[in-house]
């Protein structure tokens, strides 16, 4: 697997350095070195989407990102379903089906809709189905943390042990409110809840880190900065986050498909650049502790 120049330095040699960079077989895992596992990617087939989003792309295979994550040195990657393909959960399943040491899932459901009760039981069980994540974007469903709607979904997975990932208007408030009350509910907050170009809601994101059962889903980094690679402007930010969360509840990813960044640089943004960073702190952010939250054993897929 890939290693930072760092960990290469702390941690081998040279001859155990070029093993652990040699390729990656799409249907084996490597066998050693360090284990990055990315916590967001969109898989899709036959549905472009929305301009100004992602790449324009009709198509992004498992295949085409097993391409990428090999020469980036990615290991694995959580699959989350795009609202624009209809059929990505489907293509999610058949995705971890294919490759399990590659590909796990945060599926999703509709939720108002009159079997969505039932939902969670459909989706467990499937395979690689490690979870649930719900973007709460669309003007109908802008409310739906805040007024109520969803307080059916939060004891049923929490019954299931199926942790949920969340993204939209006023998220940190319900954290706030929803984590206390379920404790055994495994909660995820998406992309930093997307600051605004000067992260104002750094403060109320650090304090939702007193819940021990929330985590925070450190992807897609670079999208926040408003400096080019390697994106100084926000190590300070993200240096604040690590203190409050610690890398046992801090999971590195991408988002790949709508950043200007490599893969790779999103790789190394973390290993290489943010200096402050132990072997054991990479070893848990780059991968180690998203799989314990989500229950993944990648060394049994």
Known sequence: ?????????????????????????????????????????????????????????????????LTEMDAAGVHAAVIHPPGWDPTSNALAIEAARAYPNRFAILGNFPLDRPESRTGIDRMKGQPGMLGLRFVLNQPHQQAWLADGTLDWLWPAAERAGMPIALLGPGLLPAIARIAPRHPGLRLVIDHFATPDRNWSNLPELVATAKFPNVALKATGAPSYSNEPYPHRDIHGHIRRLYDAFGPERMFWGTDITRLRDTWRQCVTLFTEELSWLSVKDEELIMGGALCRWLGWNLSAA
């Open 1 to 65: 697997m890939a290693c930072s120049r760092r960990r290469f330095l702390e941690t081998v040699g040279g001859a155990a350095a070029t093993a652990a960079l040699a390729p990656i077989s799409h249907a084996q895992a490597p066998a050693r070195g360090l284990l990055i596992v990315d916590a967001q990617v969109h898989l899709w087939k036959g549905h472009t989407p929305p301009a100004g989003n992602h790449r324009q792309v009709a198509d992004f295979t498992p295949e085409q990102a």
